[in-house]
């Protein structure tokens, strides 16, 4: 069966940094797209950032050239290495991915949560 786990969360104070992981395991023939997603208490779960397996990648206006997002394929793995952090960015981080077993299919993990406060 495949599943998505992700790490990495915490707390950290504004202008940190922190790095997500996302581990999928399972038996699966590939790993499509993936994403990290977010949600804020009180607000409704939003698209951060996005990489095709070709490594195209794409940001929401708010993260832009504070986060990357890359991926390790040898390692079935998926990072979203944030900088200079803001409170509003507190959120629950999904993971999700285009998974290809017997046929393609959206996967998502269950989230780490990511606290910016001092």
């Known amino acids: 069966q495949v599943q998505l786990v992700e790490s990495g969360g915490g707390l950290v104070q504004p202008g940190g940094s922190l790095r997500l992981s996302c581990a999928a395991s399972?038996?699966?023939?590939?790993?499509?797209?993936m994403r990290w997603y977010r949600q804020a208490p009180g607000k409704e779960r939003e698209l951060v950032a996005f990489?095709?397996?070709?490594?195209?990648?794409t940001y929401a206006d708010s993260v832009k050239g504070r986060f990357t997002i890359s991926r390790d394929n040898a390692k079935n793995t998926g990072y979203l290495q944030m900088n200079t952090l803001k409170p509003e960015d507190t959120a629950v981080y999904y993971c999700?991915?285009?998974?290809?077993?017997?046929?393609?299919?959206?996967?998502w993990g269950k989230g780490t949560l990511v606290t910016v406060s001092s």
């Open positions: 399972g038996s699966f023939l590939s790993i499509n797209a």
């Open positions: 999700n991915a285009d998974i290809t077993t017997i046929f393609a299919r959206s996967y």
């Open positions: 990489i095709s397996n070709g490594a195209t990648t």
